[in-house]
């Protein structure tokens, strides 16, 4: 990698790492949903820990009433189980099948958060499912959710936001918080020092990969596509950013399929 390729993806991964928040405070908050406090905070499976404990953190700090975990038994299962295994200072096999149960896991273990402050969506196993099957839920338990903290891996970010548009009314207001914003070396390491994030290339692929989703074209996921999302805007320095890398780092288009 060179200083070009990581200033590409850097422009990518700024796009798809949406905080609508800099920082959070009650104030900020406050200013953006009309609450101090939102009625609930939403962290989607992935294989990032990071998600699981920055929802942890806001719960802890009272930034939301409750805590949402969504996710079953999918590929990212067994990294997110290995990762949390070493957080907690357990075997693999301690652990729970499905990625909602290993967050709850960290949530009580790590942060000794009440059970009955947690939900927990254990059979999703797509972003459209997560949202879903959360809604099911919070009707389900009388769960108020007019106000929703949203975290998923960075890179996912953006596409679980626009996913959840379509599946919320326009009186409900989803904050975005991507658990961290990675910023790359001119190297391909991560300046973040956050444990336990993404392996090998997998950040790179899964950051084309998502441009591809999001575009409104006939490979994308938009009307024009597939049609599981709105339309979605994407800035001309972020596509400029993914045909450079696509033409000097074609090994990283894995996902673009």
């Given amino acids: 990698m060179n200083k070009e390729i990581a200033d590409a993806l850097n422009c990518i991964i700024e796009f798809l790492a949406v905080r609508d928040l ?127 903290i949203l975290i998923q891996d960075p890179i996912l970010q953006k596409r679980s936001y626009v996913t959840a548009l379509d599946m919320f009314n326009d009186r409900q207001k989803i904050i975005n918080y991507a658990p961290i914003i990675p910023k790359l070396n001119s190297d391909g390491t991560i300046e973040n020092d956050t444990p336990y994030l993404w392996e090998g290339t997998r950040l790179y692929e899964l950051a084309l990969g998502e441009v591809y989703r999001l575009r409104d074209d006939e490979n994308g996921y938009g009307p024009k596509g597939k049609g599981f999302l709105r339309h979605v805007d994407i800035p001309e320095e972020v596509n400029r950013s993914f045909e450079i890398i696509a033409d000097k780092m074609p090994e990283y288009l894995a996902r673009c399929q």
């Fill in 22 to 148: 800099a920082q959070m405070s009650k104030d900020a908050l406050k200013k953006a949903c009309g609450a101090s406090k939102a009625d609930v905070i939403i962290a989607l499976g992935s294989d990032l820990p990071v998600v699981a404990e920055t929802a942890c953190e806001l719960y802890k700090a009272g930034y939301g009433e409750k805590l949402m975990f969504c996710g079953g038994i999918g590929h990212s299962t067994v990294n997110l189980k290995k990762k949390v295994a070493k957080i907690l200072n357990v075997e693999t096999d301690q652990l729970p099948e499905s990625e909602a149960e290993i967050y709850a896991c960290l949530a009580k273990d790590k942060y000794q958060i009440e059970s009955s402050s947690i939900f927990m969506d254990k059979t999703s196993t797509n972003t459209s499912e997560n949202i879903k099957n959360a809604i099911q839920i919070f009707n389900d338990h009388t769960i108020k959710h007019e106000t929703m």
